[in-house]
C-alpha cells in the first residue's frame, strides 16, 4: 500500500516541479495534457491501481485528479497575466482590410448622379421582359429582321431577357399617362456576346424624355453634357446616322478612345479595343410616333428623345481599360484600383 501511495506523493511533487519551471500558457498546455491527458499520468494511475478492489485508492486518485486541474488553471491565469503585461503596445497593430463598391455600382451611381442633375427621374424595370414591352410596342413585331440583331436569350415563346433596357420607354409612358416625362432607366440586359468589349450580361442606362417641342437640339445638349460630365473636357463626340426601329431619325453617338487616344493606333499597332479612334457610346434618336402611341401618348401633342447606353462601356473608356472582361475578374490586384 505504501509505494502505491508513494506514486501520487511522486505525482504531486513532480506537478510542483513542472509548475514552477513553466512561464507560458503553452508550456501550462502541455502539462495539463502530460497529466490529465488520454495517455497522461491520471489515466495510467486508473489502470495501474488496484481502484476495484481499493477504493480508497480511487478517492486518492480522484482528488489528485482535482488538485491538478486546480493548480494548472492557476498557473494559466498566472501566465496569461504576465504575457498580457508583456506586449509591446507601441508596435502598430495589423489593419483590418477595407473593402469598397465593385467598379459598376461606382460608375452606376455616377451616372445616376449626372442624369438627377438634368431632372432626371431613377427608375429600374423589369430584366425578364414580355415580347410585347421588349420588341412589338417598340415597333419590332414578329419576324422582323431587327430581331437579329439583338441575340439574346429567350426563356419562353412571349418572355425574353432583356437585351436592351428600351422596355421601361412603354413602361414610364404607362405609368406617367402623360407628358413631361424624363426618366433615367438603369438595369442588367443579355446578349449572346463575348470579346474584348462585350459580355454576355452588362448595364445599361435608357433615357427618355417626352414633352412639348422636344427635338434633337435636346438631346444633342443632353448628350453632351454627359460626355463632358462623366468623360472630362478632354474626349469627343460625334453623332453618326443610324436606324434603330425604336426610333426615327437615329443616330449613334461615338466618343474617341481614351486607350489610344483617338488615333487608333498604339506604337503603330491597330488598337484592338476601337481600331479606328472612336467608341461606340450607344444609340439615340428621337421617339418613334409608333412608340408613342403604343405608350398611350398622342405623336400629334408630344415628341421626345431616347438614348440607350452601357454601364461597362462607358467606363471601359473613361478608365482606359484595355478589355470589358477585366470588370468581372476576381483579380484582387485589378479591382484594389478603383
Given at each position: 500500500m505504501g509505494t502505491k501511495i508513494n506514486e501520487i506523493d511522486e505525482i504531486k511533487l513532480e506537478l510542483k516541479r513542472d509548475l514552477r519551471d513553466s512561464f507560458s500558457s503553452d508550456s501550462v498546455d502541455q502539462l495539463n495534457t502530460k497529466y490529465l491527458g488520454k495517455q497522461g499520468k491520471i489515466n495510467t494511475l486508473f489502470k495501474t491501481l488496484p481502484v476495484k478492489t481499493d477504493p480508497k485508492i480511487g478517492r486518492q486518485i480522484n482528488?489528485?485528479?482535482?488538485?491538478i486541474q486546480e493548480m494548472l488553471s492557476a498557473k494559466l491565469t498566472e501566465t496569461m497575466g504576465d504575457e498580457q503585461h508583456s506586449i509591446d503596445v507601441t508596435i502598430p497593430g495589423t489593419e483590418i482590410p477595407r473593402g469598397s463598391?465593385?467598379?459598376?455600382?461606382?460608375a452606376i451611381e455616377e451616372i445616376e448622379t449626372i442624369f438627377?442633375?438634368?431632372?432626371?427621374?431613377r427608375r429600374r424595370y423589369p430584366e425578364v421582359e414580355t415580347d410585347w414591352y421588349y420588341a412589338e410596342g417598340l415597333n419590332i413585331p414578329k419576324e422582323h429582321p431587327a430581331r437579329d440583331d439583338q441575340e439574346?436569350?429567350?426563356?419562353?415563346?412571349?418572355?425574353?431577357?432583356?437585351?436592351?433596357?428600351?422596355?421601361g420607354q412603354l413602361r414610364e409612358m404607362e405609368l406617367k399617362k402623360s407628358p413631361p416625362i424624363k426618366m433615367i432607366n438603369i438595369g442588367k440586359t443579355y446578349r449572346r456576346q463575348i470579346d474584348a468589349s462585350h459580355t454576355p450580361m452588362f448595364h445599361q442606362f435608357e433615357g427618355l424624355v417626352i414633352d412639348k417641342e422636344i427635338n434633337i437640339t435636346n438631346l444633342l445638349g443632353v448628350t453632351e453634357y454627359f460626355a463632358k460630365s462623366y468623360f472630362g473636357q478632354d474626349r469627343r463626340t460625334r453623332l453618326r446616322p443610324h436606324h434603330f426601329q425604336f426610333t426615327e431619325p437615329s443616330f449613334e453617338i461615338d466618343v474617341t478612345c481614351g486607350v489610344c487616344q483617338g488615333t487608333g493606333v498604339i506604337h503603330k499597332i491597330p488598337c484592338k479595343v476601337c481600331k479606328s479612334g472612336w467608341l461606340e457610346?450607344?444609340?439615340?434618336?428621337m421617339v418613334h410616333p409608333n412608340v408613342?402611341?403604343?405608350?398611350?401618348?398622342?405623336?400629334?401633342?408630344c415628341t421626345g428623345f431616347a438614348f440607350g447606353w452601357g454601364v461597362e462601356r462607358v467606363l471601359m473608356m473613361k478608365s482606359n481599360l484595355p478589355d470589358l472582361r477585366l470588370i468581372y475578374s476576381d483579380d484582387i490586384r485589378f479591382l484594389k484600383q478603383f
Open positions: 482528488e489528485l485528479k482535482n488538485l463598391l465593385h467598379l459598376v455600382t461606382q438627377l442633375r438634368l431632372g432626371f427621374v439574346t436569350f429567350y426563356v419562353g415563346d412571349n418572355t425574353v431577357l432583356t437585351a436592351h433596357t428600351s422596355n457610346l450607344g444609340g439615340a434618336g408613342l402611341r403604343n405608350g398611350g401618348l398622342n405623336p400629334d401633342e
